[in-house]
């Protein structure tokens, strides 16, 4: 072990500020965020080695969750313990929470603001920030013949019948498939640098099992134990970072007659454009249905789990990296979210977004723009908003 991995204690305050400032200028998605703390943490403040935090992003990318939101807590957990982690979420978070929540408020005091062209413009702006993640994800995750083949598989499935109970039931085929076919992953030679460790794993195992159970149990739609139950099964059945969780959550909240479309997605449009994870996206669903009580509620159900996870799985890492099947198993999952992405694409996201030649256009405009011209989201979802009020 080197120097630079072995943690030196730091107090919440210095832990949350750091965080804070990286919440504050965090841009770009779960890839870049993962950038930005190897920028941060590694080769500025070298308080991990490259081994190390590439040892911390392949656990926390083989578990359910918010990727990047997972790293950052763990980092927050060596640094400073379960104090540290707490901090380092609640920094990293804050910023996009507050203003997904004062969207939402904003919607709900002014309901004709989610009307009009600048909302179709946000909408064909999902269309290419969906198309982008579904083509980035389907080259990391299915890289062979087997993996594509169980990503359009699992796509069809879901265009026929898109329940949540089938998209559960997909992914676990998925999984199946995967160690049937034993199908390869990356990192199985990194070793652990440095001494990730939690107390009590199976009870955090056992939690993250009970709430689940508990969130399949039917609730009072639109109450605030309906939303934490959403949000929070949500949460735990999402692989493959903030974009998957688009499928879950239009399932709860737009099929449900909850919430229509064109609300949802001007929401997943506006999250895009802010800082910090995606995964923010639940205070704006909290805030429009259950005020400031939902928005507390929702932002804490939708990390959870997947922070749950992360100290169940810590002192679980040697097994997971050095057991196939399971490798095997999380690979399959892997190709059938973005299975399950491609579905979204098309409903809700294409079918809610496209009404003729002009608005997909107008969407490859943008998709240009993202892909190709490497426009920052940051600058591209107003300019799309802009657009759409002038055309639309």
């Not at 804070?20 to 998605?29: P, V, Y």
């Not at 199946?176 to 652990?192: C, M």
């Not at 929702?298 to 996870?309: N, R």
């Amino acid at each position: 072990m080197t120097e630079s991995d072995k943690p030196v204690r730091l107090g919440s305050w210095q832990v949350f500020l750091i965080f804070l400032r990286l919440g504050l200028t965090s841009f770009g998605g779960p890839a870049a965020h993962l950038a930005y703390f190897h920028d941060e943490f590694v080769k500025r403040r070298k308080w991990l080695s490259d081994s190390a935090y590439g040892e911390v992003v392949a656990l926390c990318q083989l578990l359910p969750g918010p990727a990047s939101s997972q790293v950052g807590l763990t980092i927050g957990f060596l640094r400073g313990h379960y104090g540290g982690a707490l901090a380092a979420w609640v920094g990293f978070t804050l910023p996009s929470v507050l203003v997904m929540a004062l969207f939402a408020f904003g919607l709900t005091l002014w309901p004709d603001l989610g009307e009009g062209g600048w909302v179709s413009g946000l909408k064909l702006f999902v269309v290419a920030v969906v198309a982008q993640a579904v083509w980035q994800m389907g080259q990391s995750l299915c890289p062979d013949r087997p993996r594509v083949v169980i990503a359009m598989l699992v796509a069809v499935v879901l265009l026929l019948a898109g329940a949540v109970w089938m998209q559960v039931l997909v992914l676990a085929l998925a999984a199946v498939a995967g160690t049937a076919l034993g199908l390869p992953s990356a990192n199985k030679q990194e070793s652990l640098q440095v001494p990730l460790q939690s107390r009590k794993p199976g009870m955090f195992a056992l939690l993250f099992l009970v709430l689940l159970a508990l969130s399949f149990v039917p609730q009072v739609t639109g109450s605030l134990a309906w939303i934490g139950a959403e949000l929070y099964r949500a949460g735990a059945l999402v692989f493959g970072g903030g974009h998957v969780v688009l499928p879950w959550l239009q399932e709860g909240f737009v099929v449900s007659g909850n919430m229509s479309a064109d609300t949802f997605l001007a929401g997943y449009g506006v999250a895009q454009a802010v800082p910090g994870p995606l995964f923010s996206f639940s205070a704006f669903l909290g805030g429009a249905e259950g005020g400031i009580a939902g928005v507390l509620i929702a932002v804490v159900a939708v990390f959870l789990p997947g922070t749950l996870l992360v100290f169940a799985g810590l002192p679980l890492w040697q097994w997971l990296r050095e057991h196939e099947k399971a490798r095997a198993a999380l690979a399959g999952v892997n190709a059938g979210v973005v299975g399950l992405l491609l579905a979204a694409l098309y409903d809700p996201v294409w079918t809610s977004a496209i009404h003729g030649a002009g608005y997909f256009a107008l969407a490859l405009v943008f998709w240009l723009a993202l892909v190709i011209l490497r426009v920052p989201v940051w600058l591209l979802a107003p300019a799309s908003a802009l657009l759409g009020a002038v055309f639309l």
